[in-house]
């Protein structure tokens, strides 16, 4: 089955910009969403936004609405948040996870710390 | 926005005994729509159980799900210690997806 693998995360400071890569292992990966889930330490977990196969985007806009941005590379086998004019409440490990109709198949995260 | 409450917010119990889980939508969700996944610490989420009572892959059956509506329960019918975790019930109905806060369970 497929697997995905975060990479991208770090320390910034706030108001500043970071941008999370999602790697998958399988050549079909095109044909599936992909959706980014955060958790806040010691928190629950929070959807954050949802990519088609086809490229059609969906976001929580509550939280990141207008800050974040997601796309994808099915060539190469990756899907990309991008994170803008992000603050301390954007703390967090962020997963990446394969749609199927659920949260079928989950990364391990890579943590993203907004902190001056 | 659907908003999931779940309860307790932390579960006692000893090996062997049964876990009753609980999760209430703000609004109805459809039977397809509610998912359920475990959390180990330090460790990603895992799909446990999805439209609302079916067991994701390679889950033992001990874990099961049932409701409808605005109610829904995940049983966990006879603990095992790898069974120490948190649960999060999550609905599909709509966007945005949204979690529940979560039962501890702890053996």
């Known amino acids: 089955q497929v697997e995905l693998v975060e990479s991208g995360g770090g320390g910034v400071q706030p108001g500043g910009s970071l941008r999370l890569s999602c790697a998958g292992s399988r050549i079909s990966f095109g044909t599936f969403g992909i959706h980014w889930v955060r958790q806040a330490p010691g928190k629950g977990l929070e959807w954050v936004s949802f990519i088609r196969p086809e490229g059609t985007t969906l976001y929580h806009e509550d939280s990141v609405g207008g800050r974040f941005t997601v796309s994808r590379d099915n060539s190469k086998n990756t899907v990309y948040l991008q994170m803008n004019s992000l603050t301390d409440e954007d703390t967090a490990m962020y997963y990446c996870?394969?749609?199927?109709?659920?949260?079928?198949?989950w990364g391990q995260g890579t943590m993203v710390t907004v902190s001056s | 926005e659907i908003v999931m409450t779940q309860s307790p917010a932390t579960l006692s119990l000893s090996p062997g005994e049964r876990a009753t889980l609980s999760c209430r939508a703000s609004q109805r969700v459809c039977s397809t729509c509610l998912a359920w996944y475990q959390q180990k610490p330090g460790q990603a989420p895992r799909l446990l159980i999805y439209?609302?009572?079916t067991r994701a892959t390679g889950i033992p059956p001990r874990f099961s799900g049932s409701g409808s509506g605005t109610d829904f329960t995940l049983t966990i019918s006879s603990l095992q210690s790898e069974d120490s975790a948190v649960y999060y019930c999550?609905?599909?109905?709509?966007?945005?997806?949204?979690f529940g806060q979560g039962t501890k369970v702890e053996i």
């Open positions: 996870v394969k749609d199927n109709p659920v949260l079928e198949i």
């Open positions: 999550q609905h599909n109905e709509g966007w945005p997806w949204t």
């Open positions: 439209a609302a009572s």
